[in-house]
């Protein structure tokens, strides 16, 4: 039986290699490039939309243990991620276009996926297993279809930040480095107290894109827009996005007042963009505002920032820890239309709901992955937790079991090591489970 997998992103291009590289035969629907989901640019699977970065790959970090968990589960993306990274400091960034390229070559290479370049309506619940994997950007069509079958939707506005032309950076006016060391991948843009202030008040006063059906309660924590920020007070910049702590300008040797971080987008450098600067300001205010910034004077914009809606199910009363429908068999769901949020989270979910639908077509129960894991926690957190309405959630140790220890960084290092272990169980019994039956 071949596995319908709906979307080519991050969570659909994980679960389609995945499967296949199981024996399965997957047709796997993209819309792109015919229709658009009004971000993405492009037809390529697995596109990067927000940012080039996975986050952090250090144990330290949530983020970092979900990366090394994804590794061990045998994620197809993040192996091709680490070709493609580009200088990000302890973070891992990729060229966006080398990625979606090699995703998407050996997506086409592939022999048991079968490309459907078409906008699904609807799903065949009878006769068909589906992994439905469309995104926060569903298709209208389809939304309307699952608004249908389960009666309950939630959604949030979401934003993305502009990329900038290196060649039109005055570097003078900036320096690289990391925070706490004098080297280091980022472009930081120092502004005065008299320059982030002129900056701050036409910020807050510029002039917005008008979005149907906007309310700023939906606005997601981690993703708010720079304005937005501004808005709740004139030192709310320096204390997020424009955090100057632990930057130090070689030009006066102290820590500016305020600055503005530039990552590169692509291995070349040739693309940079301005990092936690998501954005609803019209593309004109857009350029007059974010001009003010003393390196970005005379910039040229290759994207400006936008703001979108962003749709996913209830899944604390829709799903099981399988990511499977409760009420329909066959029917699972991965990536961010779970409630789950980032990039390394859709692609390790995916993997998790490929393995799912492999024991399913098997005839055997879910394997649950312990909720000790950081995968594990995040996925008892969108479907058992009880959280309803559920908040969209990234991953953080804030969604482990607790454990003893006497401050914050022992305590998240026990989580991890607690993790750790309980991955290499899984992953034992997972694999002998396989065997058995394979004999």
């Known amino acids: 039986m ?46 990067l939309v927000c940012s080039n970065s996975l986050k952090s790959e250090s144990l330290d970090n949530a983020s970092g243990l979900l990366k090394e968990e994804g590794i061990k589960l045998g994620s197809k993306l993040l192996e091709i991620a680490h070709r493609h990274r580009v200088p990000a400091g302890k973070a891992l960034a990729v060229d966006r276009e080398g990625f979606s390229r090699e995703v998407s070559d050996l997506i086409e290479s592939t022999p048991l996926i079968e490309i459907r370049r078409e906008e699904v309506s609807s799903l065949d619940l009878q006769r068909r297993v589906n992994v439905v994997c469309t995104g926060p950007l569903t298709s209208p069509k389809l939304e309307n279809f699952l608004g249908q079958l389960f009666g309950e939707h939630l959604f949030f506005f979401d934003a ?13 006016r900036g320096f690289f480095a990391n ?36 309310s700023d309660r939906y606005l997601f924590e981690r993703c708010q827009p720079v304005e937005e920020i501004a808005r709740s007070g004139f030192d709310a910049l320096r204390f997020g996005p424009m955090k100057p702590v632990g930057l130090i300008d070689p030009s006066s040797g102290k820590e500016p007042f305020a600055v503005v971080q530039l990552r590169k987008e692509n291995s070349s450098g040739s693309l940079m963009g301005l990092v936690g600067f998501q954005t609803r300001l019209q593309w004109g205010e857009q350029k007059r505002v974010f001009s003010m910034i003393p390196a970005l004077r005379n910039s040229q914009f290759v994207r400006y920032g936008v703001m979108h809606r962003n749709t996913y199910l209830n899944s604390p009363i829709l799903l099981d820890k399988n990511l499977g429908s409760k009420e329909y068999g066959g029917l699972f769901f991965a990536g961010q239309i779970t409630g789950l949020e980032g990039y390394v989270e859709a692609i390790v979910s995916g993997r998790v709901a490929a393995l799912n639908v492999e024991r399913y077509l098997r005839g055997v129960g879910a394997l649950p992955i312990p909720v000790t894991t950081m995968i594990g926690g995040l996925i008892e957190h969108v479907t058992v937790s009880g959280r309803s309405p559920l908040k969209p959630v990234y991953s953080n140790f804030g969604l482990l079991p607790p454990v003893a220890g006497r401050g914050k960084r022992d305590r998240n290092r026990e989580k991890v090591s607690r993790a750790r272990d309980d991955m290499d169980f899984f992953l034992k019994e997972w694999r002998s489970d396989r065997n058995d039956t394979e004999e």
């Not at 993305?160 to 003078?172: L, N, Q, R, T």
Request: aromatic share 10%.
């Open 2 to 47: 071949k596995v319908r997998v709906t979307g080519g992103g991050l969570a659909g291009s994980e679960v389609a290699l995945s499967l296949a590289g199981m024996g399965i035969e997957v047709e796997l629907y993209e819309m792109r490039p015919s229709a658009s989901t009004g971000v993405h640019q492009s037809g390529s699977f697995a596109e």
């Open 179 to 214: 925070r706490y060391s004098e080297e280091g991948d980022y472009l930081n843009c120092p502004l005065k107290g008299e320059e982030y202030g002129d900056f701050w008040k036409e910020l807050v006063g510029a002039e917005l894109s008008e979005m149907e059906n906007f």
């Open 160 to 172: 993305v930040s502009p990329i900038v032309e290196a060649g039109s950076i005055d570097f003078e």
